[in-house]
């Protein structure tokens, strides 16, 4: 038997063919399901190198973190002599006045020290000095945990 010998077959292959042509209502989401997972694992690989600050070698010592509720102000001594606040080079003569104009407007006046091991020690005392010229009233230094 053909389908138009059927009862209402020309009619029921008509339906068919209308329901398939209809749009889905349901949202696929495997696509989306890839994209995520592909730009989670480029986030997990590239979190790790936008560390900010500049390279300098710290010296290992086996004491606690410390705790911090805001971003801190770090200060960073390389081994070449060149002090960054953040990472813009400032240089030696304008430190204090760079430092004060930054405490103005924080309401921490907290600065952390990032010096390198192999810094000239006058360097460090010379930026540290400063530091409390222009009105830091705590000072940090950064270190790495003993291996």
């Known amino acids: 038997m053909g ?20 749009p889905m209502s349901e949202i696929n989401v495997t696509p989306m399901v ?18 900010q600050g500049v390279d300098v070698d710290l010296p290992e010592t086996n004491t606690q973190p410390i705790r911090v509720q805001d971003e801190p102000l770090i200060l960073t001594v390389q081994k070449d002599g060149k002090v960054h606040i953040g990472r813009r080079e400032i240089p030696q003569a304008e430190l204090r006045e760079k430092l004060a104009a930054i405490f103005e407007g924080r309401d921490s006046r907290e600065l952390f020290l990032r010096a390198d091991k192999e810094a000239p020690y006058g360097v460090v005392v010379k930026a540290l000095a400063a ?6 009233t705590k000072l940090g230094m950064v270190t790495e945990p003993e291996k």
């Open 3 to 22: 389908v138009g010998l059927q009862p209402g077959g020309a009619l029921s292959s008509r339906r068919a063919r209308r329901r398939s042509a209809a």
């Open 131 to 136: 530091a409390r010229e222009a009105g830091a």
């Open 34 to 51: 890839d994209v995520m997972l592909v730009l989670l694992i480029i986030f997990m690989v590239t979190a790790p190198m936008m560390q």
